[in-house]
């Protein structure tokens, strides 16, 4: 009976593994380390987990193969063909700089050399109307010359295709003709949308990751299938779904961002469990801190995001904030003399001062090592922590030169570390027009429940939520996705202009090639949810908003009034008198995948003992701290803080003054007080 989910989420340093079974909903774990091939690492955690592959009815794999390809620019020799003249769109770009203020600071290069961007005679105006017709003999010319060059993708972006693609077609079928086995992307399927920077850059980063992906997802599959599994490989996209193989090939950019967006999926499901619609992911690693906010059970979506600066890749994605803090992150002395934090990093090797593998600097890591909240192992035993050598280096590296006590420079580092965090969480919801108090936090990852009530305490937040397996959440979040994509048509028109039928007609366009992919992937009719929005802007503005559209679209005042209250909800105004027009027309095409019931525990009306206490320090004051393991904590058990909880994947700081209890799913609920 195959009655196994598995669910894979790839990391820089370990491979987590959740095992669901649907029959029960209990959920178990595993942690590998994770290998220069991934495959390798992947099939070592399922052979170690003593998964039998021909039992899994579900296999769902979060991965970093796209992100990393962009970011180490790993990449095969890709080739960009565009219209004579417009050859350097992708290197122009937006003229823009990441740091205004720094002029020696450049753009790093295009993904595809100039000499690599070769053009053909063609012409489609502003309204669609092809002017000039492809070419023929020198788009002939042009694929003979790249088959000779032995590139191992092609991107073509033609001016306007956004409105007709009739040229980029020609053009895509001569090069299958002479290279039939390369991936040819072409922007009016990739992205048919106006702005031809943002149009040619997700092309291109398409393009030069399709071999790699497709390379990647080809092999893992046969791995899984020479081991017994028999259903679709589910590969987790930056849209907060999954995709099949079948769809790699044409959009395997929308991997990029893959891994982060399975934390966010998994911290606003938990949040529900828990009964907090509105939720604030903080997700805690090594290196990084991922921030995502979830709000009336939905994500904020965003298309305005990139792997590096400069080159942005326009897929609906689920908006997560990066920073860099994490446990590893180098507490420093800037030139002004002011305490950092981050975003340098110690990194798995050497790792903080305390893995005893060289590194003289303090990190996060240390604070909470010299404060007590940590213990003197990680992962279970796998990683020894020497405390000396973290009390070492937090008393030279800050407590010294700041001439503070031992205990006050730790904490003084951890404080650092938190405002930043509380910043990125400002950032993504206060700036957003969110009120943080109205939210709970959902603290994940290796770190995050080491921090998480400090920074609820900075922001006024009520609640913190640490899931039964922080370490591991990504990793959860792979399971509980559906298949899904997203489809926009560029719509520019005004409001007063526009037409309900014509809007009507075009979703349905959009709707056809949403049925026909979910089938061509499996998915039986009767899952298949379809959900429309439409970006609209007051008149004269370049940026739009989102606005949710019925099907059919009825009035056209009426999505007007909808535009104006979403507007005074993200920037607290509104212009009614002011001209709106449309922008574009987006379609989220779902296929609804069976979700298993998570194991639900009954109160027991036990109350374990701790397995120790010790002096932990809080706001300089050292108080005698119960310590809890994580796997002796029942459903409705409650205990108030101080208290530590340990289990193999994370530590979870209850702060003086706050309470905590153990719900029916066993996430442990704090309360946060002022």
Known sequence: MQNLRVAVDVGGTFTDICIMDEATGLIRIEKTSSTPDPIDGIMSGVSKAGIDLSKVALFSHGTTVATNALITRRLPRTAVVATRGFRDVIEIRRANKEDLWDTYKDVVKPYVPRRDRLTVPERVDAGGQVLEPLDVAAARDVARILKRRGVAAVAVCFMNAYLNGENERVMRDILLEEMPDIPVSISSQVFPEIFEHERFSTTVANAVVSPVVVNYTSRLGERLANEGYSR?????????????????KDFAARLA???????????????????????????????????SLAYEGHSRITKDWYVEFGYPIRFASIEVLTIGAGG?????TDPAGSLRNGPQSAG???????????NPQPTNTDANVTLGRLGTSLA??????DPELARRAVEEGVAKPFDLGLHEAADAILKVANANMSDAVRLISISRGYDPRDFALVAFGGAGALHGVDVARELAIPVVIVPPNPGVTSALGCLLVDVQHDFSQSCMVGAEEADSAAIEAQFAALEAQALARLTHEGVAEQDIVLQRSIDMMYRGQWRSLAVNAPRPIGAITDLVQSFHAEHQREYNFRRDSAPVSFFRLNLKAVGVVPKAEFAVQEPTGATPEPIGRHKVWFEGHALDTPIYQRDHLPCGFSFQGPAIVEQVDATTVVQPGASAEVDRYLNIIIRVKE
């Open 328 to 332: 590893g992150s180098l507490a420093w």
């Open 257 to 291: 961002g893959s891994g982060i967006a399975a934390g966010a999926i998994a911290s606003r499901y938990i949040a529900g469990l828990c009964g907090f619609p509105n939720s604030i992911g903080l997700d805690m690693g090594g290196t990084s801190t991922d921030v």
């Open 348 to 358: 798995a090797y050497p790792g903080p001062a305390c893995y005893g593998n060289g």
């Open 232 to 248: 679709d490989l589910l590969l987790l996209h930056s849209g907060g779904g999954v995709m099949t193989p079948a769809s790699v």
């Open 380 to 385: 279970g035993g796998k990683v020894m922590l």
